[in-house]
């Protein structure tokens, strides 16, 4: 089994920047990629960031430039670095990981940007 705890979000001005960070529990030595999604209020939940186990990073065309991802395999934690915030990236924040058979999912953390 494996568990999934952001950490991070919180009220930011435009412009202004927030680090997420996702602790994994568990087997993790199953988990191959993972990543950030988000879900604006009224919309569906949309891909933000994904990584895989070797680091590669794959990224929503609306946060290209602004955010960026990153894992530390051995702490088994990803993170999530939100530069110039907009007032669009508000959004409860979901982490995720992927097993080769599974797909797991935190609680979700606020994300509030302030015009």
């Known amino acids: 089994q494996v568990k999934l705890v952001e950490s991070g979000g919180g009220l930011v001005q435009a412009g202004g920047s927030l680090r997420l960070s996702c602790a994994v529990s568990?087997?993790?030595?199953?988990?191959?990629?993972m990543g950030w999604f988000r879900q604006p209020p009224g919309k569906q939940r949309e891909l933000v960031a994904t990584?895989?186990?070797?680091?590669?990073?794959n990224y929503a065309d609306s946060v290209k430039g602004r955010f960026t991802i990153s894992r530390v395999n051995a702490k088994s934690t990803v993170y999530l670095q939100m530069n110039s915030l907009k007032p669009e990236d508000t959004a409860v924040y979901y982490c995720?990981?992927?097993?080769?058979?599974?797909?797991?999912w935190g609680q979700g953390t606020q994300v509030t940007v302030s015009s």
């Open positions: 568990g087997s993790m030595f199953t988990i191959r990629d």
């Open positions: 990584i895989t186990r070797g680091g590669i990073a």
């Open positions: 995720n990981a992927k097993t080769y058979s599974d797909d797991y």
